[in-house]
């Protein structure tokens, strides 16, 4: 597996869980939508062979923001691996969509000079539990340093006011890692996903509750410098600090 070359300026973002179906496609396309609106044009590296995320641009309207996509899980003969995984120039924003299965190896230089983990977690037994090796993996095999504020949890496909819901919480919170947003169970990440956009892209008053999730991941991502210097932990979603500015707020002149 190789991975871009390092770059002091590069937002590499890597969307990470072992277990299937846990969303990655999902927070990768809608990250990526959030950023292509106020560009510069951001990156999506998908090494998960199903190409879910692939599938995903090829169906965007080609009179949205642009995205450039990496097919990272396609090898071919005719040119270098390299080349084959190259990000452009311009790009400051690069989000790694990561295969269900990761070996050690493959961990460590997938996670190797990123600025932010994700870990999206579903409400399940069988998915706390692979969450739980995850997060293991990453502080104890990949050296994830707990200092560098890097590694996030996202609460995917929730219920609240259930039983598996209060269960997530609970464990997620025990990990003393951030819990940056809360995902409900909604169709709008569906109807999103099957026409290419991101749920930023449709229309506000049907996705404004799922879009302020969204738009707290993208503000946690937006502060990595900060993260860093700041010797602050945060372990909860409601101790976050308030941010100024919206990425997702629509621009001026875009359609209501």
């Excluded at 199903?50 to 009179?63: N, V, Y």
């Excluded at 229309?203 to 860093?228: C, F, G, M, N, T």
Aim: net charge positive; hydrophobic share 40%.
């Amino acid at each position: 597996m190789l991975i871009t070359p390092r770059r002091d300026k590069l937002n590499k973002i890597v969307i990470l869980n072992p277990k299937g179906g846990c969303g990655k496609s999902t927070l990768a396309t809608n990250l990526a939508a959030a950023y292509a609106q106020h560009g510069p044009t951001p990156a999506i590296m998908d090494y998960d062979p199903q190409g879910s995320t692939m599938a995903w641009l090829e169906r965007r309207p080609a009179d949205l923001a642009a995205i450039h996509g990496i097919a990272a899980y396609k090898k071919s003969m005719q040119a270098t691996r390299s080349w084959q995984l190259r990000v452009p120039n311009d790009t400051v924003n690069l989000l790694i969509d990561s295969p269900a299965s990761v070996d050690h190896d493959d961990l460590r230089e997938l996670t190797r000079d990123s600025t932010s983990i994700l870990v999206p977690v579903l409400p399940s037994s069988m998915d706390i539990h692979a969450a739980s090796r995850c997060i293991a993996d990453l502080l104890l095999v990949a050296k994830v340093d707990r200092r560098d504020r890097k590694l996030a949890v996202v609460a995917n496909r929730t219920r609240k006011n259930t039983k598996s819901f209060a269960k997530l919480m609970r464990f997620l919170d025990s990990l003393g890692i951030p819990i940056i947003a809360v995902l409900r169970d909604s169709q709008n990440f569906v109807h999103a996903a099957e026409q290419g956009i991101g749920l930023c892209e449709m229309q506000p008053s049907r996705v404004k509750k799922d879009v302020e999730q969204i738009e707290k991941i993208v503000s946690w991502l937006e502060a990595w410098p900060e993260r860093r210097r700041d010797p602050t932990s945060v372990t909860s979603i409601d101790s976050q600090p308030k941010v100024r500015r919206s990425l997702l707020r629509r621009p001026s002149f875009g359609s209501a």
